[in-house]
């Protein structure tokens, strides 16, 4: 047991929070931990392949972590009662004024935590600049947020925020130690911010009609 593997353990727990976005108020208990069980071994099996088989560089994890979490979980979401889920429990689809004031709360230790994380399994040449990318998206991504959220709403919408404040660190993940230009981390995060408040505020209420 070492630094890495907490490391490592973290970014499995990581995409596991991931998957529960698109299973919150669909699956009792049971069924959550049977998942998180399930999907550790997927997760350790894909961060394998892509990392000793394909030799993919990933710094942040948004490929190997936030991708997988988000399509495991969709996965998983497709066999476990959706209509039911929308039918009889709608209200459960929804937040309500407790849970977004407990997500404000996440929202903002995740904002602090997210350079640290990008930059844990980066070379120590290029943890600087993994940091200041980092700090430069979420800072831009809460622009784009805030912006599409009086936008689409004439409002500053705390949903829409909680959801998108934090793309600009998902979006710019892989490429953190590459990007060496403070304008173009800045503008990715916003571009991240942005997409992820119109999907928030447009496409869940549309996929919802749908299923």
């Known amino acids: 047991m070492d630094i890495h593997s907490l490391v490592v353990g973290d970014f ?24 998180t069980t399930l999907q550790i071994v997927f997760y350790g099996l894909n961060e394998a392949i ?9 710094m942040g994890g948004s490929m190997i972590i936030h991708t997988f979490g988000c399509y495991f979980g969709l996965a998983a979401s497709y066999f476990l009662q959706r209509k039911k889920a929308l039918k009889e429990h709608e209200a459960k689809c929804v937040g309500g004024y407790n849970s977004q004031t407990i997500a404000t709360f996440g929202t903002i230790f995740l ?10 399994a980066a070379p120590a040449i290029s943890q600087q600049r993994v940091v200041v990318n980092t700090c430069l998206a979420i800072s831009g991504s809460c622009l784009g947020a805030l912006a599409c959220a009086r ?6 919408e705390m949903e829409i925020l909680l959801n998108a404040t934090l793309a600009g660190g998902v979006i710019i993940g892989a490429a953190s130690d590459v990007v060496v230009s403070p304008g173009l ?6 571009g991240g911010g942005a997409i992820s408040a119109f999907g928030f505020a447009y496409l869940s209420e549309g996929l919802r009609k749908h299923i």
């Open 50 to 58: 892509c990392i000793e088989k394909f030799h993919a560089i990933d």
């Open 12 to 35: 499995a727990a990581g995409s596991c929070m991931i998957c529960y976005g698109a299973l919150l108020g669909k699956v009792d208990l049971f069924q959550m931990w049977f998942i």
């Open 151 to 156: 936008l689409f709403c004439m409002k500053l």
């Open 111 to 120: 904002y602090m935590y997210w350079p640290s994380f990008n930059s844990a």
């Open 185 to 190: 981390a800045i503008i990715i995060g916003m």
